[in-house]
């Protein structure tokens, strides 16, 4: 069992970037794939941004170019370095492994992006 924690969302002007982060109870990051997904109004949530333990990193297309994803291990702790953001990148962002855990899902931290 792991609990994830996400923080640093906020509002946004389009253009403008953010870094959001995610706090893992355990050192889960040393062993299993995660991604930052993101739930926006009336749509299931999909994943933006993938990461292995080999650092192997993969982005969906709509991230691919704009979004940066990291982790400090000694830490427990990912990020997602989001720039030039645009107003469909308004949702509400979480972190979890690869596949999905059920259980694991956090609160998230909302992103809007508006001016």
């Known amino acids: 069992q792991v609990q994830f924690v996400e923080s640093g969302g906020g509002l946004v002007q389009p253009g403008g970037s953010l870094k959001i982060s995610c706090e893992a109870s355990?050192?889960?990051?040393?062993?299993?794939?995660m991604a930052w997904y993101r739930q926006r109004p009336d749509e299931p949530r999909a994943w933006v941004a993938k990461?292995?333990?080999?650092?192997?990193?993969q982005y969906s297309d709509s991230a691919k170019g704009r979004f940066t994803i990291s982790r400090d291990k000694a830490k427990n702790t990912a990020y997602l370095q989001m720039n030039d953001l645009k107003p469909e990148d308004t949702a509400v962002y979480y972190c979890?492994?690869?596949?999905?855990?059920?259980?694991?899902w956090g609160q998230g931290t909302q992103v809007t992006v508006s001016s």
């Open positions: 979890n492994v690869v596949p999905a855990e059920s259980g694991f």
């Open positions: 355990r050192d889960i990051f040393d062993y299993s794939p």
């Open positions: 990461i292995t333990p080999a650092d192997n990193i």
